[in-house]
C-alpha cells in the first residue's frame, strides 16, 4: 500500500469556490511537499510544509500538517479553471531516502 | 537555465528494443531520480543518484539501468523493452537527497508494443 494517498480521487467545482484535497500518510516523515501537474506535463512543485510546521501559506494555497494524524490538507481559495490539474502529495522519510507520492487528486475547476 | 530537460518527448517500441531515456539538468543539482507514472497511479521510483557515480535501485528498478558519469546527465537504459514498461516517464532532480523540493523534467511518454 502507499505511503500518502489524495483524498478525494476527483474533485468537481465551480471558479471562484475553495477546493481542499487531503493526503494522509504512513510513517514519520521529514516534510510533505504538494506538487501539481497539468495534463501531459511533468510536475511542479507547490509547497513544502516541514514535519514540526502546522499550517503554511503561499498565494491562494493553504497546506496544514497534523503529525498526530498523520495526514495534510491542501486548501486553493477563489478557484480558477488554470487551477484544473492533478495534485500529489510527496512524502521525504528524511535525509537520504526518497520521496514517495500518493495517487493524486484531479481536480476541475468549471468555469 | 534550461532546467530539467528530457529526451525523446514520445517513443514507441516493439517487444525486446532497447533504448536509452536521456535527462539532463543545469542547476547543479547532486540529487537526480527517474520516476514512471502509471494511469491513475501516483509516481514510483525507479532508480535515482545522489551524485556522479553513485547510483540505487528504487521502488520498480527491474528492466531498467542507469549510470552518472557527470553531475548533470542521468540517463535510463531499458535493456529489453516490454509492454508492461509502456508508461510516462519523469526524470527529477534535487539540491539535496531526498527532503528537497524537486524539479521536474516534461516527461517522455513509452509505448511498447
Known amino acids: 500500500s502507499q505511503q500518502g494517498e489524495e483524498d478525494p480521487q476527483a474533485l468537481s467545482i465551480q471558479e471562484g469556490e475553495n477546493a481542499t484535497m487531503n493526503c494522509s500518510y504512513k510513517?514519520?516523515?521529514?516534510?510533505l511537499q504538494w506538487y501539481r501537474q497539468n495534463s501531459g506535463r511533468g510536475l511542479v512543485h507547490l509547497i513544502l510544509i516541514r514535519s514540526n510546521e502546522r499550517e503554511k501559506h503561499s498565494g491562494r494555497l493553504r497546506v496544514t500538517l497534523d503529525t498526530s494524524k498523520k495526514s495534510s490538507s491542501l486548501l486553493i481559495t477563489a478557484s480558477r479553471a488554470a487551477d484544473t490539474a492533478s495534485y500529489f502529495c510527496?512524502?521525504?522519510?528524511?535525509?537520504?531516502?526518497?520521496?514517495?507520492f500518493g495517487p493524486g487528486t484531479r481536480l476541475s475547476v468549471l468555469p | 537555465n534550461a532546467g530539467v530537460t528530457q529526451t525523446p518527448k514520445f517513443q514507441v517500441l516493439k517487444t525486446g528494443q532497447s533504448m536509452t531515456l536521456q535527462c539532463a539538468q543545469d542547476?547543479?543539482?547532486?540529487?537526480m531520480s527517474w520516476y514512471r507514472q502509471d494511469p491513475g497511479m501516483g509516481l514510483r521510483l525507479i532508480h535515482y543518484s545522489v551524485g556522479a557515480g553513485i547510483t540505487d535501485q528504487g521502488e520498480v528498478p527491474n528492466g531498467y539501468n542507469v549510470s552518472r558519469s557527470t553531475t548533470e546527465d542521468f540517463p535510463l537504459r531499458l535493456l529489453s523493452a516490454a509492454p508492461s514498461q509502456t508508461s510516462v516517464y519523469f526524470c527529477?532532480?534535487?539540491?539535496?537527497?531526498?527532503?528537497?523540493?524537486?524539479?521536474f523534467g516534461p516527461g517522455t511518454r513509452l509505448t511498447v508494443l
Open positions: 527529477a532532480s534535487s539540491y539535496g537527497t531526498g527532503t528537497d523540493t524537486q524539479y
Open positions: 510513517t514519520s516523515i521529514n516534510n
Open positions: 542547476m547543479n543539482h547532486e540529487y
Open positions: 510527496a512524502t521525504a522519510l528524511g535525509y537520504g531516502q526518497n520521496f514517495v
